[in-house]
């Protein structure tokens, strides 16, 4: 099972709400990661977590703020966000215990901020 | 400056043909390589990877050749199917670095005409 679960899949907010995302998986990995991604764009990693532990901020606004509650949670909390911040936000996770690594995407929450 | 390089934007192959997917990569220490395919608003779902040890892996209709020397390696997929048209991203690890960062390259749409 390689599966990484995200919710919600679709998400609308003001720039003056304040929302979350949510990620989960359940195959025992101890790397998590945050990306965002644009149309037509790669993958742009922002964050990511090694052992429950904020190991990479990749210069991303404080308007994003990471949480990770357990080794299978992974959240992004959103405040005060700007239309250009419409976009796929991606889950992933990788054992974090080789160096031969796959990260294991999530089907994505797409944000929409009005 | 772009690390990881796919230089056709899009690519259409007849059904049951092949279809040849390219990436090149110009940081040496990259040792680990994975293709990722991608439908529109999906999260991207992991293909088949090859480590900097090994010149071919194969997994069923996909293979991934590796040139150490040229630095590019290819994705084959034969024979070609509808439900393959799809982004496909090439993304590399640099292992020794100590982080888990995976860089993409900017993706190839692949349309597998019927």
């Known amino acids: 099972d390689t599966e990484v679960t995200q919710t919600p899949k679709h998400l609308v907010m003001g720039m003056t709400n304040k929302k979350s995302l949510k990620c989960e998986q359940h195959m025992g990995h101890r790397a998590m990661y945050w990306y965002k991604q644009k149309a037509k764009k790669p993958p742009e990693l922002m964050f990511v977590?090694?052992?429950?532990?904020?190991?990479i901020n990749e210069s991303v606004p404080s308007r994003f703020s990471p949480e990770c509650p357990n080794s299978s949670l992974l959240n992004l909390h959103l405040h005060a966000l700007q239309p250009e911040d419409s976009a796929l936000y991606l889950c992933a996770s990788s054992s974090g215990q080789g160096s031969l690594e796959t990260q294991y995407f999530g089907p994505g929450t797409r944000l929409l901020v009005l | 400056d772009q690390q990881v390089k796919q230089n056709s934007p899009s690519l259409s192959v007849q059904e049951g043909r092949i279809s040849i997917l390219n990436c090149d990569y110009t940081?040496?220490?990259?040792?680990?390589f994975l293709w990722y395919k991608k439908y529109p608003a999906e999260g991207p779902t992991f293909l088949i990877s090859i480590s900097s040890i090994k010149d071919k892996n194969e997994d069923g209709r996909f293979t991934v050749f590796l040139n150490k020397s040229a630095k590019h390696l290819s994705l084959h997929i034969v024979p070609s199917q509808p439900g393959d048209s799809a982004v496909y991203f090439c993304?590399?690890?640099?292992?020794?670095?100590?982080?888990?960062?995976?860089?993409f390259g900017k993706g190839t749409k692949l349309s597998v005409i019927p």
């Open positions: 993304a590399a690890r640099d292992s020794g670095a100590g982080s888990y960062q995976l860089t």
């Open positions: 977590y090694s052992y429950e532990k904020l190991s």
């Open positions: 940081n040496s220490m990259f040792d680990y």
